[in-house]
């Protein structure tokens, strides 16, 4: 009962951890957040290991993961927190957009790969989908999936549909 208590939301606001390790990120997505109704900050983490430990204490709904910090990276977090929680909702959020990022991102776990020079509302539109239990992938990550279809794992028809999103818009689940 206890543990439910701690990961319900009495107010049905999105309880979102950021965990990056550039304070001003960190501080710059919560202050974002938190501006939002219906958002929450419920922890901030400066690098992989506290990001896990703070998913298990707080449960959020859905977690804002850097993938390149110290002591252990994002994707190791993902890794372990997917695996001990696989219902966990993680949005990898990140400057970097090679092809072997994001698959390692998507394939650790994540529900959506967010690049850092998105606009902010287009992160709160994204923290709602993934939320909703949909998956997150805009044109421009897609666009970078498709460019490399003979390293990836994807099945032909997944390839088709991130062919077409990089030619279109935004792909939500």
Do not use: C
């Amino acid at each position: 009962m206890e543990a439910e208590d701690k990961t319900t939301n009495p107010d049905g606001r999105i309880r979102v951890l950021v965990a990056d390790d550039h304070p001003v990120v960190r501080t710059g997505l919560s202050a974002v957040i938190i501006e939002q109704g219906d958002l929450e900050v419920v922890a901030e983490a400066e690098n992989g290991e506290r990001a896990v430990a703070l998913f298990r204490e707080h449960r959020p709904d859905v977690v804002l993961m850097d993938l390149r910090m110290p002591v252990m990276d994002g994707v190791e977090a993902i890794r372990t927190i997917t695996a001990e929680f696989p219902a966990a909702r993680i949005l990898a959020l990140t400057t970097y957009e090679g092809d072997a990022d994001i698959r390692r991102a998507l394939e650790a776990g994540a529900r959506g790969y967010l690049l850092k020079d998105m606009l902010l509302t287009e992160v709160i539109s994204a923290v709602r989908a993934v939320r909703r239990g949909e998956r997150v992938i805009p044109a421009a990550v897609a666009t970078r999936l498709a460019e490399f279809p003979e390293r990836s794992e994807l099945s032909e028809r997944e390839l088709e549909v991130l062919q077409l999103v990089a030619r279109g818009s935004a792909i939500r689940k």
